[in-house]
């Protein structure tokens, strides 16, 4: 269990940029035969909107806001193990930032959660090019698409690659999510059909289990 010291204790390494002990903490946590979702959304999906929040408040800089970044992707590698022994089940989903989207972390954390759900997860990372998404979606068939947006000024972006993937795939299930999308999130997708606006992993998972 994450208790309110561990995360505390946790979050102040994170933001000194001191990965051996935040790696000790993970471990321990793992040691504990924690779940992947609460570590993955009680430790470092928490840790990383608050983050946020001190950069938009201008209380950390955008150097400390990558650090804290890093740390956390580096982190990942510690649960991997865990997450690519689940036997997989024959489905593949494609998951990737939105063109000008940098913030590649809560889309990986996504894209593990399909292989822990025995999907193959293909995770595209940050600012991914609208003509190669399509491609990729050509080479993999994917039976889902998942895109994040953590940036609320990317809207145009998502609406003009949701609008572009429904002309070339009318039939292909996409889901949207990410910090971009808190207050909009269900106004956008509400304007497309085959479109999902998914605001926790929990919730991913629910909608995964019943593909």
Known sequence: MITEKIYTLYLSHLISGNKKECTAITKDLLNQNISIYELYTNLFQQAMYQIGKLWEENKISVATEHMATSIIENLLNLVYPQIFSAAHIGKSAIVSCVPNELHQLGAKMVADIFELNGWDG????????????LQMIDEKKPDLLALSMSIESNQPALKETIQMLQASYPVLQIIVGGQGLLTYGTYIVSNYSNVSYIDSLARLEQLIRNI
Do not use: I
């Open 122 to 133: 293909f995770f595209l990372g940050a600012n991914t090019p609208s003509n190669d998404l």
